[in-house]
């Protein structure tokens, strides 16, 4: 492995930043960085956490000098951020490679969707055409290649229709915090007919449902009740009926698979759902040709590392394929495969997958080794 000589790294406290950081050190990422420069938006100066070749105070994310200094820049910071550093500091004239997990630039010409494991040649193209952004994709989107990774690779799909069951970290800690506090808010208004042994457990739904639509429960940073709920809208309202979450299955799986010009239509209903960590979900799917439910278990098992198959029974789906049996890892779990009754060229998969490491840390890691090795 060579080295990459002078790494900022911006928004490495925050739950993907800190997640990566993680990932970095785990896999030994920092050994071939020759200098790590860590930044703040806020705590600039102020001492930074002790690791190898690293600067130990903490730099101002907004000085566009020191930014201009560095060989590769991640950004792990939002939307925002980009939207404020990223075009001044391209237009001082700054040449070097900007990783990012937020949107804004996903869509740019210029920019690659990074997923290494299903379009590492086309990111090694466009490094060699000189392209310098490569930024991640969204969460469901990188989660549905990657367990789908082998029905793409053998062009068995036609279309695809996505249901998806999305953590709450999908909004951010502070929204985490809050699905928490809305448990315990819950429980507490309950706990008194709870106590009773005599009270209907009818009459305890009715007391939470009342509390739920009440303006009493803490809703600050989700917006709505999701204890006990679920949300079906993620993302803005494009004004056509569907959010930008749902259309982003469509337009980013095609630009990660270069189809841009002969795409796959895929149709996306995206809920936000009350667990923390992990995304699931359930796909239909038009297969090109009637290929048996065993070879495209083998199909799929097969084509990368981290797909992990789980019998399609009872107790195997319940104990292996679900967040809990998931978080912090990074397996992307698949079952349910099976056949429709009406039409043996459509089958169902379920799949689960912790959106903050493949779903968002894992590819930026794995770009910056694909950087490392071309220096």
């Not at 009270?199 to 007391?207: A, N, P």
Request: overall charge negative.
């Amino acid at each position: 492995m060579k080295k990459v000589k002078r790494l900022g790294f911006v928004g490495w406290r925050g739950m993907v930043g800190s997640v990566l950081l993680g990932r970095m050190q785990e896999e030994g990422d920092l050994d071939y960085v020759e200098e790590l420069v860590l930044y703040s938006t806020s705590q600039a100066g102020q001492p930074g956490p002790e690791l190898a070749n690293t600067q130990p105070l903490l730099a101002d994310a907004m000085d566009l000098d020191s930014l201009s200094t560095l060989d590769v820049i991640i950004s792990c910071q939002g939307g925002d951020y980009t939207q404020k550093v990223y075009a001044p500091l391209r237009d001082m004239g700054w040449q070097g490679y900007w990783l990012d997990a937020a949107s804004t630039l996903r869509m740019n010409n210029s920019s690659t969707i990074i997923l290494d494991p299903l379009n590492q040649s086309i990111i090694k193209e466009n490094l060699a055409n000189g392209q310098r952004d490569f930024i991640g994709g969204n969460c469901t989107v990188s989660l549905m290649l990657m367990a789908l990774h082998g029905l793409f690779k053998e062009n068995l799909v036609e279309w695809i229709t996505a249901m998806t069951y999305q953590a709450i970290s999908g909004g951010g800690a502070q929204q985490m915090r809050e699905l928490l506090i809305q448990m315990g808010e819950i429980h507490e208004h309950a706990t008194p007919l709870l106590r009773l042994q005599e009270s209907s457990i009818l009459d305890i739904d009715s007391r939470i449902n009342e509390y739920l639509n009440s303006d009493a429960l803490t809703t600050g940073t989700i917006g709505y009740p999701l204890a006990n709920n679920l949300l079906p809208w993620i993302d803005i309202d494009l004004d056509n009926g569907t959010s930008r979450e749902e259309w982003k299955g469509h337009a980013e799986t095609n630009k990660i698979l270069g189809r841009e010009d002969n795409p796959i239509p895929i149709e996306s209903t995206c809920v936000r759902v009350g667990t923390f960590r992990c995304h699931s979900q359930a796909f239909t799917i038009a297969l090109s040709q009637d290929v048996g439910v065993d070879d495209l278990t083998d199909i799929i098992e097969q084509a990368n590392q981290w797909v992990k198959v789980i019998p399609n029974n009872r107790q195997n789906t319940l104990q292996s394929l679900t967040p809990v049996a998931v978080s912090g890892s990074m397996d992307i779990a698949v079952g349910k495969i099976r056949k429709t009754a009406f039409n043996s060229k459509i089958m169902t998969i379920f799949t689960v997958g912790d959106q903050l490491l493949w779903g968002a840390a894992e590819p930026l890691r794995r770009m910056l080794g694909i950087l490392a090795e071309r220096s």
